[in-house]
T-cell receptor, first 113, second 115 residues
Framework: GENVEQHPSTLSVQEGDSAVIKCTYS??????FPWYKQELGKRPQLIID?????GEKKDQRIAVTLNKTAKHFSLHITETQPEDSAVYFC????????????FGRGTSLIVHP | DAGVIQSPRHEVTEMGQEVTLRCKPI?????LFWYRQTMMRGLELLIY????????DSGMPEDRFSAKMPNASFSTLKIQPSEPRDSAVYFC?????????????FGPGTRLTVL
C-alpha cells in the first residue's frame, strides 16, 4: 500500500519567515494530494490540495508543489503569522480509485511573534 | 448542516470498562471514517464504511475494537475491554464519493482517557 513520509516533524520559524514542509509518497499511482491543518485542540481541516496534472497551486500565502518523477510534494507558507501555528498533515490518494488518503505523521509548525 | 457530530467529547474510564464512541456524519455523505490520533503514531485510520458497509478494517488494532454503522446517519466505535494504551483522540470523518475535491470533514473528536 501507499506510504507517506513527512518532514520535518517540528518546524520553528519567526513571524514573517517562510516555512516549507515536505512529503514523499511510494505509490506512483497516487494522483491526489491534500493538505490538512489542525490547530491545537481542533479538528483537521483541508486547506489546499493538488492533483497530479498540476505542478503547483497557490492560495494566498500558501502554495503546494508536486514533483511526480521524484514522488514528492511540498507545502510552502510565506510571510508566516502566529495563527499559522498548527500541525499540518500531508496525504496521498488515488482519485477515481478507492481514493482513501494515506496521511503523513504531521509537522508541528510554531511561528514565534 | 452542523457538520460531523461526535459524542462524547471527553470520556474518562477505568481499565476494563466498555467504551462507546458515537458519530453522526454529514447528511448525504456516503463515506465514514474512524481515526485515532496519538503523539506517538499520528493520525491512524482504523476503519471506513461506504454506504454503511465496512470496507476496510485493517487498521483496527485488535479484537477489542469494533465498529458499526446501522444506518446512514449513525456509527459507533466500541472498545471492550478498554486499556490505558487506548487513550487517544478518536476522530470520525465523512466525505462524498470520489469526485470533486475528496474532502474529508472531521468531527471535533472524542478525547478518551483510560485509567
Amino acid at each position: 500500500g501507499e506510504n507517506v513520509e513527512q518532514h520535518p516533524s517540528t518546524l520553528s520559524v519567526q513571524e514573517g519567515d517562510s516555512a516549507v514542509i515536505k512529503c514523499t509518497y511510494s505509490d506512483s499511482a497516487s494522483n491526489y494530494f491534500p493538505w490538512y491543518k489542525q490547530e491545537l485542540g481542533k479538528r483537521p481541516q483541508l486547506i489546499i490540495d493538488i492533483r497530479s496534472n498540476v505542478g503547483e497551486k497557490k492560495d494566498q500565502r500558501i502554495a503546494v508543489t508536486l514533483n511526480k518523477t521524484a514522488k514528492h510534494f511540498s507545502l510552502h507558507i510565506t510571510e508566516t503569522q502566529p495563527e499559522d501555528s498548527a500541525v499540518y498533515f500531508c496525504a496521498a490518494s488515488i482519485a477515481g480509485g478507492s481514493y482513501i488518503p494515506t496521511f503523513g505523521r504531521g509537522t508541528s509548525l510554531i511561528v514565534h511573534p | 448542516d452542523a457538520g460531523v457530530i461526535q459524542s462524547p467529547r471527553h470520556e474518562v474510564t477505568e481499565m476494563g470498562q466498555e467504551v462507546t464512541l458515537r458519530c453522526k456524519p454529514i447528511s448525504g455523505h456516503d463515506y465514514l471514517f474512524w481515526y485515532r490520533q496519538t503523539m506517538m503514531r499520528g493520525l491512524e485510520l482504523l476503519i471506513y464504511f461506504n454506504n454503511n458497509v465496512p470496507i476496510d478494517d485493517s487498521g483496527m488494532p485488535e479484537d477489542r475494537f469494533s465498529a458499526k454503522m446501522p444506518n446512514a446517519s449513525f456509527s459507533t466505535l466500541k472498545i471492550q475491554p478498554s486499556e490505558p494504551r487506548d487513550s487517544a483522540v478518536y476522530f470520525c470523518a465523512s466525505s462524498l464519493s470520489p469526485g470533486g475535491r475528496f474532502e474529508q470533514f472531521f468531527g471535533p473528536g472524542t478525547r478518551l482517557t483510560v485509567l
